[in-house]
């Protein structure tokens, strides 16, 4: 392709509301364009990332003997009630009617619709195992798009579906999903590793995310020090820590009159923020719960979620519900009195000695408090796990890291099946529920998320995998009618080749010319210059610093090379 006939327009200046190197290098590339907050309109040269992204997710997928497939985006109301789901995912789905008042919604996620068509067409264990998979635009509503593409209202994804008979079988499907995901983010370029995860919404048994270690991730992981474990901060469970043992001391309200916060309350008792239990005030749909987690500690709001069997909406209390709640004003509450729907006491605090809670009374708190003795709740590891917890599997220290989430495989077990009567016939011809999994990849995120991986101050830095043409040719003096035509040539054998080639016609400085290559992102630039007199062209890699001078006839040879080192073929 010729540059100057394509539609690319690239930026010299940053956009400002681009925050991360993947959105402004995108948008300064020209590989897209924003048309409202979260949606982006896809340039050419950023299709052909996507596409060849695509491609291969197709191709590892087809390996598998998944079979493609593709649903509706517009969704009727009655599938997702039928699952109980149509009001758990809340605001984030896009809901609409027709003119006949009929619901629907622009599909989010699509394990209904899948479940549905398995209900409908299998109906014999012989018809198993079975997997489908599409690649469609998805959309949610999000609170807050952020960094472009990785955290949009309308992305691409590839969700795939996996039917079985047993759990043996849905243990095999889960793996060779497991090694396919590998298997494409490896081709993508991508340095990724799989981390246990919450099941969140999609509900099931188990399921792991492959995350990519980004300062700008939205997702914070456990990585153990010593072993392979991983799991997302949602996830990750933390080993209590057990106080040292003590005599019980008979409880004992002290005045703290504005003294609130655990800093002022250490600065107080003279102690330590070990010594205190906090109490947190939450509102779960129409339910008020308090938890316990010791003073250094954090609530995992997910945990608690989960402990509740799920909720719409949950978030801090207000001033009003905790004095509700407490009949003191925030800062004081405790468990000893306290009017909520339920109390969860994460494990730690049973494992402590004589500490110190709010009284839930304005200005007073408790000392010498102790769980089973002075008040009771539903225990549990409710905390979120830090830096240097022991890995629950070696008991070695964990370290914490920011990931980007690139894909997540769900075994989903019955939770849809049964729900919405998706059944088949056994050996014995009795009518079992089919065993489900879900394998999901963020096709567009994948795409910004090479970016954040693969980029250096002057602009994107493609795998050769999936970059949108392989290698550039670039007349250095476009007046130059030698020059031309040798670039010309080239660009004409490269093709004949089978090798995505850009021609860099523009009447423009060859600074330009290599600033434009560099923040695009093509992997190989030839430069036909001066020396093209004594037979000789430049090239460079994008990743590498050094400049090879070859010689004319031998440059073909030298970008086969390129792609033999890469394991592709042409």
């Known amino acids: 392709m010729k540059l100057s006939k394509m539609l690319i327009n690239t930026l010299r200046e940053t956009p400002a509301e681009a925050e991360i190197a993947s959105h402004q290098l995108m ?3 020209g590989m897209m364009r924003k048309m409202a907050s979260g949606i982006y309109n896809y340039m050419p040269l950023g299709l052909r990332v996507l596409k060849k992204i695509e491609d291969i997710v197709r191709d590892e997928m087809d390996k598998t003997g998944a079979q493609e497939f593709l649903a509706s985006a517009v969704l ?19 809901k609409l009617k027709d003119r006949n008042q009929r619901e629907f919604c622009l599909g989010p996620t699509h ?23 599409q690649i469609q635009t998805k959309y ?3 609170r807050r798009p952020r960094f472009g593409i990785i955290r949009s209202r309308e992305f691409v994804m590839k969700d795939a579906y996996s039917f079985d008979k047993d759990y043996e079988g849905l243990d095999i499907s889960y793996n060779k999903m497991y090694e396919a995901y590998h298997n494409i983010f490896k081709r993508c370029g991508l340095i990724c590793k799989c981390v246990e995860a919450d099941s969140g919404a999609m ?4 399921s792991a995310e492959f995350m990519v270690k980004s300062e700008i991730g939205e997702d914070e992981i456990a990585f153990c020090t010593a072993c392979e474990y991983a799991a997302n901060i949602e996830k990750a469970p933390s080993t209590p820590e057990h106080s040292e043992k003590e005599d019980l001391k008979e409880i004992n309200k002290i005045a703290t009159p504005g003294v609130k916060t655990i800093d002022e309350l250490i600065n107080f008792f003279k102690t330590t923020s070990k010594k205190f239990a906090k109490t947190l005030i939450y509102k779960a ?5 308090a938890v316990m987690v010791r003073g250094d500690r954090e609530v995992n709001e997910v945990k608690v979620v989960n402990a509740l069997g799920g909720a719409i909406e949950f978030d801090m209390a207000d001033p009003a519900t905790v004095k509700s709640a407490t009949s003191a004003e925030v800062g004081f509450a405790g468990p000893i009195g306290i009017k909520v729907d339920a109390l969860f006491v994460d494990e730690e605090i049973a494992n402590m000695y004589n500490f110190i809670i709010g009284a839930n009374e304005t200005g007073y708190h ?3 408090v102790n769980y089973g003795r002075d008040f009771e709740g539903k225990l549990g590891d409710f905390r979120k796990a830090v830096e240097g917890d022991k890995c629950p599997k070696c008991g070695k220290p964990m370290t914490m890291a920011r990931g980007i989430e690139v894909g997540h495989i769900f075994k989903l077990g019955t939770k849809y099946s049964e729900t919405m009567g998706a059944n088949f016939l056994d050996e014995k011809g009795d009518s079992k529920p089919l065993i489900m999994g879900c394998y999901g990849i963020g096709v567009n995120r994948t795409m910004a998320t090479v970016i954040e991986q693969n980029h250096d101050e002057n602009g994107i830095i493609w795998p050769l995998s999936i970059a949108p043409y392989q290698v550039i040719v670039i007349p250095a003096v476009t007046k130059d009618e030698e020059q031309v035509r040798i670039a010309d040539e080239i660009y004409n054998k490269l093709q004949q080749m089978g090798i995505e080639v850009l021609l860099d016609d523009r009447d423009e400085r060859a600074g330009v010319k290599f600033k ?21 062209v430049e090239f460079k890699l994008r990743n590498a610093s050094n400049i090879e001078l070859i010689n004319i006839d031998e440059i073909y040879e030298r970008v086969v090379e390129e792609f033999k080192k890469n394991n592709l073929s042409l």
Do not use: C, H
Not at 111 to 133: C, G, H, M, W
Not at 285 to 289: A, E, T
Not at 517 to 529: E, H, N, Q, S, Y
């Open 366 to 368: 408790f000392e010498n």
């Open 111 to 133: 394990e209904e619709v899948f479940t549905d068509i398995a209900r409908n067409e299998i109906k014999s264990y012989k018809q198993l195992p079975l997997n489908l998979y």
């Open 516 to 536: 434009d290559a560099d923040l695009i992102g093509i992997p190989m630039r030839i430069t036909v210059g001066k020396k093209v007199k004594e037979g000789n």
């Open 140 to 142: 949610r509503d999000e």
């Open 203 to 206: 509900g099931g048994s188990g």
């Open 285 to 289: 749909d129409d339910r008020v719960v």
């Open 27 to 29: 948008l300064r590339a």
């Open 76 to 94: 009727p109301s009655e599938l997702w009630k039928e699952s109980g789901r149509w009001e758990v995912f809340g605001p984030e789905m896009f």
